[in-house]
């Protein structure tokens, strides 16, 4: 059965902080790696990572993969109060997609 | 507007009493998905479509039914629902009929269904 897990589970930091949120699968036949950003509502696509050590970068979010590992961390740096969120890695293995149970992120002013 | 449409957002009812939450999508996408969104659980996939009048099984698809007789809609339906499918629901697209196969390809998300059986 494919596993992916995320930590830490919850995080509150201050405004300003980076913070590294991690993910590890596994999985049988891993295609890619999402990560998710939700808010209130819908889940919203941040990230797609294919291949190890490429990072990705947008704006103060990065995230590399490492897949002889098997994990994933999503940085964020010079947080602020918008980035608090759940954060959701996914890893599509074959046609299906897993989630992990995210990482619900407090940055406080 | 490119979306992801479910309907109702918000849903109360009894044990037993069937019902069905609406999914639609105006972005021509193969492949669609439900999910569940239950704390410490993460989303699980209930059924998922990759084509028209194509469905599969996700992890939990027990106590639910769905259908893909037109390439936008996607209805999830609940014969007999209980207490335990008490949770948030989510529709999903993607254009390619393997999600999340390129850069172009991520699933799209409706913005959900909370749905409270008593």
């Known amino acids: 059965e494919d596993k992916v897990v995320q930590s830490p589970l919850s995080l509150v930091v201050h405004e300003g902080d980076t913070v590294t949120l991690n993910c590890s699968y596994e999985?049988?036949?891993?295609?890619?790696l999402l990560w998710y950003k939700q808010e209130k509502k819908a889940p919203t696509f941040l990230f797609m990572l294919?291949?190890?050590?490429i990072e990705k970068k947008s704006g103060r979010l990065s995230s590399i993969l490492d897949k002889k590992e098997l994990f994933s961390i999503l940085n964020i740096t010079a947080t602020q109060t918008g980035d608090s969120a759940i954060y959701l890695c996914?890893?599509?293995?074959?046609?299906?997609?897993?989630f992990g149970g995210g990482t619900r992120l407090m940055v406080k002013p | 507007e490119a979306q992801v449409t479910q309907n109702p957002r918000y849903l109360i009812t009894v044990t037993g009493k069937k019902l069905t939450v609406t999914c639609s999508q105006n972005m021509n996408h193969e492949y669609m998905s439900w999910y569940r969104q239950d704390p410490g659980l993460g989303l699980r996939q209930i059924y998922y479509s990759m084509n028209v009048e194509v469905t599969d099984k996700g992890d939990v698809p027990e106590g639910y039914k769905v259908s893909r007789k037109e390439k936008r809609n996607f209805p999830l339906i609940l014969e007999s629902p209980s207490p335990n499918q008490t949770s948030l629901y989510f529709c999903a697209s993607s254009l390619s009929n393997y999600p999340s196969s390129s850069y172009n390809s991520p699933l799209h998300f409706g913005n959900g269904t909370r749905l409270t059986v008593t």
């Open positions: 294919t291949s190890s050590g």
């Open positions: 996914a890893v599509r293995s074959g046609n299906m997609l897993t």
């Open positions: 999985v049988t036949n891993f295609r890619s």
